[in-house]
Nanobody, 125 residues
Framework: QVQLVESGGGLVQAGDSLRLSCAAS????????MGWFRQAPGKEREFVAA????????YYTDSVKGRFTISRDNAKNTVYLQMNSLKPEDTAVYYC??????????????????WGQGTQVTVSS
């Protein structure tokens, strides 16, 4: 199993930055790629970013390109989402996930094995 623990959410003003962290652990953690999703009130869960632990290129949804950066620290088994120039429309619960990279990028839930509990990001105008 893989356990995912998210942190770093909070209440910020538009234009501010946050860095979300997702600490992963488990016997087969090295088998999984990682991704970030978000879900705003009344909306469907949305893909945000993905990264391959083996060194694959990061991938982002269009709405966050140039503002968000996904990265990893393999020594700490942790993935990050650096969020800059935050906008009110970024307000959502942000979830970390582990699975197959292509499945994460396309939200193919059959290829997403684990989810974190979510962390709230609220951006005021």
């Amino acid at each position: 199993q893989v356990q995912l623990v998210e942190s770093g959410g909070g209440l910020v003003q538009a234009g501010d930055s946050l860095r979300l962290s997702c600490a992963a652990s488990g016997r087969t953690f090295s088998s999984y790629s990682m991704g970030w999703f978000r879900q705003a009130p009344g909306k469907e869960r949305e893909f945000v970013a993905a990264i391959n632990w083996s060194g694959g290129n990061p991938y982002y949804t269009d709405s966050v390109k140039g503002r968000f950066t996904i990265s990893r620290d393999n020594a700490k088994n942790t993935v990050y989402l650096q969020m800059n120039s935050l906008k009110p429309e970024d307000t959502a619960v942000y979830y970390c996930a582990a699975g197959v990279l292509s499945a994460i990028a396309t939200m193919n839930f059959k290829g997403i094995s684990y989810w974190g509990q979510g962390t709230q990001v609220t951006v005021s105008s």
